[in-house]
C-alpha cells in the first residue's frame, strides 16, 4: 500500500495502539494534521501550549504504563516542548515526541523556523532522530517507541523534514517487535548475585529497604509489597517512587530526604542493610553524601548500570529489571526454611517506633486561618485517598507527599528530577484523558499555576474535570522558605501577591468553576462543591502565607542532621 | 590514570555528537579521540583517551555503552595492548641543520614526506612518548607546524573486540 509520509504516522501511531496525541500544529506538521483529520479513532488533544502538550503525554504516561505521544511543530514549537523532554527524561518517562522540521533541502540554511532539534534535544532525550528518507520513516517511528518504554525509559524525539511527511513509500504493518542490535538492555538479575543478596538481606539485624520510581516504572509494586512483608524489614519511598509500596502498611516509614520523614532518615541513617531498588541515589535524598548510610552494606537493583554506585558506592549491584530480579528473590525467600536463620528485627522495630513517636509530620491547625497541611487532609479524607494527584513545584508539592497516602502506584504526578514548575495542570489533564472516570486532583501554588493555566482552555474544551487546588500562600512559598532560613529573611522576589489575578474569574473566564476557601471551615464544602461537579474546578485556597515544610535535611546535611518543626 | 577506550558504533549521522556531547555535558576529559569507518558492516571505531580515576573510568564506559548507537566499548588500558599515533611535522631545516633533520627522522624511524630548500615535512609514527620524544628533539631545530593524529589502539592476541569477530 502506497503512503505518505504524512500517512505513515498516523497509520504506525495506529498500529502501535496509539490512541490519543497531544499536540499543536504548526508549518512543518500539516500534513500530518491533515492525515489525522480522517482518523477520528486517532484522538487528538489540542493543548494550548507546546511544553503543556509535552507535560501532558507524560501524565498521561505516568498513569497509563504506556508511551505518550506528543506532536509539535518545527522551530518554537520544537523549542517550547524542550522543558517537557528535560522533565520526562529526569524522571525516566516514556514518550515519543514527533517534531516538524523545515525540508530537508533547507535544513541548515536558517530557513523559516528551523531549528537544530537534534541537537538541542540530544542532552534532554533518552535518544532522538533525524528521518531523512521516508522509506525509513516506518521502521524509525517503531524504534523511537521500542527505545521510549524499554531499559530505562525515556523520551524519544523524531525529527520530521516536511517533504519526508509528503513523500510517497510504500508501506506494511511490521508488528511492533524491534531489533536494534546495539541496544539490548539486561533485565534479568545475575542469579549469583540475587542469591547473595537474598543471603545479605537474611543476615541483617537492621535491614532497611529503599525504593523509587524505578519500582513503578517496572510496574513491580506487587512483587515489592510481597517481599517487603516476607523480609519484614522497614520501607521507606523516594518522591517518585510513591504508591510503589502501601502507604497504609505498617511496614511504611514515609518518604526520606530532605523533606522525608524523621523515621525513614533515622533508619536509613542507622541501618546495617540498605537494600536499594529501582532508586538513583539523588542529592535530594542522599544529604551529605559522606555520611549516607555510614554502616549499611548496600544493594542496589537496577536497570541501568550508570544509576549504579554513581554517587554512592555499592556492596552488591545488580543489573536488571525490578519486576524480574524480585521475583527471582520473592523464589528463594520462600523456599521452606529459607528465612529460618534470619534475626529476630524486633529490637529494630522497637527503635522504630521511638523515632516514629516524634511525629515529624505535625502541625496546628487552629480556627482563623488555613494551613496548607490541613487542605492536603480534607483532599485525602474526602477522595478517600483514592484520588490520582499531580502536583507542580514547591512547598505544595511537599506537602502533597507527606500528607496524600498512596496505596497504589502510577496515582502520583510529580516533577522530581528536573523540578518544573508548570508540570501539574497539564500532566493532571493527561492523567484525565487515560482514565476518563477517576477524579484527577491538582494540587499547586499560585506561583506555579500561573506558569501553565493556559491549559485551563483545554481541560475546558476537552472536559477534562480537573480538580484544582491552588494553596494560595501569596508567595513562591519554597524560595520565601529558603530565604527565610539560609538568608536572614530577606524575601527577595518571592512575594507574589501584586498582580495575582482572581483565580476564581480566571477560572469562570475559561468556563470552568471558581471557588474559593478563607476560613478553615470553608475547607471541606469547597471540596465538596468541586468533587460533586464533573466540571473543571478551581478551588482558591487562601492559605497561611508562612508556613514552612518540616522536617527538613538542609542541603548539604546529614539525613540524621535534620531540622523538626 | 590515562586510559585508553575503544568504542564501536554505528556509523550513523549524529553519532560522535553524541559522544562527544557526552563527555562534555557530564565534565569527562578527553585527551584525544579519532574515528573512522572499519570494516563493511555500518560500523566506526571510536578510540579516545581520557584521565580520570577509576569511578569516572566506569562512568564513562557505563555512559558511553548507554548511548543507542553504542555497539560496544571496551577499556584497553585493562589488558595488553598495542597504541600507534602518526604525527606529521614540519621543520625549518637550512645548510648544516638539514642532516641534523634527517638523522633524527633517522633514529625516530620515520619518513620525510616532503622537502624545500629550507624545510623537511616528516612522518612519524608510534606511541605518544615516541612522538613526544621526537619532537622534543626537533623543535630547537624549528618546528613550523605539526599535526597528530590522536591515539589509535588494538588489544594484543587473536581476539578481537566482539566475540564472534
Ligand atoms: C522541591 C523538591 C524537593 C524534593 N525533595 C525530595 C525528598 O525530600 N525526597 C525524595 O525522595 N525526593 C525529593 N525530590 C525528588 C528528587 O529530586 C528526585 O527526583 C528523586 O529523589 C529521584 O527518585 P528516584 O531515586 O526514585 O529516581 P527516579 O528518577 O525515579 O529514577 C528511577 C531509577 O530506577 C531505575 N529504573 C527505571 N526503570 C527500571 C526498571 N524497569 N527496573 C529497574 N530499575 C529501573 C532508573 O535507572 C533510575 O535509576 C525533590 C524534588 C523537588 C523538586
Ligand atoms: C520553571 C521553574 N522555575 C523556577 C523554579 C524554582 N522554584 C522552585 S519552588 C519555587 C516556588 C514555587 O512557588 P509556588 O508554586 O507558589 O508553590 P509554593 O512553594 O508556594 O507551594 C520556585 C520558584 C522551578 N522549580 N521551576
Redesign the pocket.
Known amino acids: 500500500m502506497e503512503l505518505t509520509g504524512a500517512q505513515i504516522v498516523v497509520r504506525t501511531l495506529l498500529d502501535l495502539k496509539v490512541r490519543h496525541v497531544f499536540g499543536y500544529p504548526g508549518g512543518s506538521v500539516l500534513h500530518i494534521y491533515d492525515a489525522m483529520f480522517k482518523h477520528p479513532e486517532l484522538n487528538h488533544i489540542l493543548c494550548r501550549h507546546e511544553q503543556g502538550a509535552v507535560h501532558a503525554a507524560d501524565g498521561y504516561a505516568r498513569v497509563s504504563g504506556e508511551v505518550g505521544v506528543a506532536l509539535v511543530t518545527s522551530g518554537p514549537g520544537a523549542t517550547n516542548a524542550v522543558?517537557g523532554l528535560a522533565t520526562a527524561n529526569m524522571d525516566s518517562i516514556p514518550l515519543v515526541c514527533i517534531s516538524g522540521q523545515v525540508p530537508v533541502d533547507l535544513i541548515g540554511n536558517d530557513a523559516f523556523q528551523e531549528a537544530d532539534t537534534v541537537g538541542i534535544t540530544r542532552s534532554c532525550t533518552k535518544h532522538n532522530f533525524l528521518v531523512r528518507r521516508v522509506t525509513d520513516l516506518a521502521r524509525v517511528l517503531r524504534e523511537a517507541f521500542h527505545i521510549a518504554r524499554t531499559g530505562r525509559p525515556g523520551p524519544v524525539v523524531v525529527d520530521l523534514p516536511k517533504d519526508v511527511t509528503a513523500a510517497l513509500c510504500d508501506y506494511e504493518d511490521c508488528g511492533s517487535e524491534v531489533r536494534i542490535r546495539s541496544y539490548n538492555p539486561t533485565v534479568i538479575g545475575n542469579a549469583r548475585q540475587v542469591k547473595k543478596a537474598v543471603s545479605m538481606i537474611l543476615e541483617a539485624q537492621r535491614p532497611m529497604i529503599y525504593t523509587g520510581g524505578g519500582v513503578i516504572l517496572s510496574n513491580a509494586a506487587a512483587e515489592l509489597t510481597r517481599m517487603t512483608r516476607l523480609i519484614g524489614a522497614p520501607i521507606t519511598n523516594t518522591l517518585m517512587g510513591l504508591g510503589g509500596f502501601p502507604a497504609s502498611d505498617p511496614l511504611f516509614v514515609g518518604m526520606l530526604g530532605m523533606h522525608g520523614t524523621y523515621e525513614a532518615n533515622m533508619a536509613v541513617s542507622n541501618c546495617d542493610l540498605l537494600l536499594a531498588i529501582g532508586a538513583r541515589f539523588d542529592d535530594r535524598v542522599t544529604g551529605k553524601i559522606s555520611q549516607f548510610a555510614p554502616n549499611a552494606k548496600i544493594i542496589h537493583v537496577d536497570i541501568d548500570p550508570t544509576s549504579i554506585s554513581k554517587n554512592v558506592k555499592v556492596h552488591l549491584p545488580i543489573v536488571g529489571d525490578v519486576k524480574n530480579v524480585l521475583g527471582q528473590m520473592i523464589a528463594l525467600l520462600e523456599v521452606p526454611g529459607a528465612r529460618d536463620q534470619q534475626p529476630d528485627l524486633k529490637p529494630w522495630w522497637r527503635q522504630i517506633d521511638v523515632w516514629r513517636e516524634k511525629l515529624c509530620l505535625r502541625y496546628h491547625q487552629g480556627k482563623d486561618w488555613i494551613e496548607?497541611q490541613f487542605v492536603i487532609e480534607k483532599l485525602r479524607d474526602l477522595t478517600q485517598a483514592n484520588a490520582i494527584v499531580s502536583t507542580?513545584?514547591?512547598?505544595?508539592?511537599m506537602w502533597a507527599a507527606q500528607f496524600y497516602p498512596f496505596d497504589r502506584p502510577r496515582r502520583w504526578l510529580t516533577s522530581g528530577g528536573l523540578?518544573?514548575?508548570?508540570y501539574g495542570l497539564p500532566a493532571a489533564m493527561g492523567a484525565s484523558v487515560a482514565l476518563p472516570g477517576e477524579t484527577v486532583i491538582l494540587i499547586?501554588?499560585?506561583?506555579?499555576?500561573q506558569?501553565n493555566s493556559q491549559e485551563l482552555a483545554t481541560c475546558c474544551q476537552f472536559r477534562l474535570p480537573v480538580k484544582i487546588a491552588i494553596?494560595n500562600?501569596s508567595?513562591?512559598?519554597?524560595?520565601?522558605?529558603w530565604q527565610q532560613i539560609f538568608y536572614e529573611g530577606r524575601y527577595s522576589q518571592?512575594h507574589?501577591a501584586t498582580g495575582a489575578p482572581d483565580f476564581v474569574k480566571l477560572a469562570e473566564a475559561y468556563g470552568a468553576v471558581g471557588l474559593r476557601a478563607t476560613r478553615p471551615d470553608e475547607v471541606e464544602p469547597t471540596i465538596r462543591q468541586a468533587l460533586a461537579t464533573d466540571q473543571t474546578v478551581v478551588m482558591d485556597f487562601r492559605v497561611a502565607e508562612e508556613s514552612n515544610v518540616y522536617p527538613m535535611v538542609p542541603a548539604g546535611k546529614a539525613l540524621n542532621e535534620m531540622i523538626l518543626l | 590514570m590515562r586510559h585508553v577506550i575503544s568504542v564501536l558504533v554505528e556509523n550513523e549521522a549524529g553519532v560522535l555528537s553524541r559522544v562527544a556531547g557526552l563527555f562534555a555535558a557530564r565534565g569527562f576529559n578527553i585527551e584525544s579521540l579519532t574515528v573512522a569507518p572499519v570494516g563493511d558492516e555500518g560500523t566506526s571505531r571510536i578510540t579516545l583517551v581520557s584521565i580520570g580515576d577509576k569511578e569516572i573510568i566506569e562512568q564513562i564506559i557505563k555512559q558511553l555503552n548507554k548511548l543507542i548507537p553504542v555497539i560496544h566499548v571496551v577499556d584497553l588500558t585493562e589488558g595488553a595492548h598495542v597504541e600507534r599515533e602518526l604525527m606529521l611535522v614540519k621543520v625549518a631545516a637550512e645548510r648544516e641543520v638539514r642532516a641534523e633533520v634527517l638523522r633524527i627522522a633517522d633514529i625516530f624511524r620515520s619518513r620525510v614526506l616532503d622537502a624545500t630548500p629550507n624545510s623537511f615535512m616528516i612522518e612519524v609514527t608510534g606511541d605518544s612518548n615516541k612522538l613526544d620524544a621526537c619532537l622534543e628533539l626537533l623543535k630547537p631545530l624549528g618546528v613550523i607546524e605539526l599535526v597528530r593524529t590522536g591515539q589509535v589502539a588494538l588489544s594484543r592476541g587473536n581476539r578481537g573486540m566482539i566475540k564472534n569477530q
Open positions: 522543558t496548607p507542580d513545584v514547591g512547598q505544595h508539592q523540578g518544573t514548575m508548570g499547586t501554588g499560585d506561583g506555579s499555576f506558569m494553596l500562600n508567595y513562591l512559598g519554597m524560595v520565601r522558605q518571592s507574589m
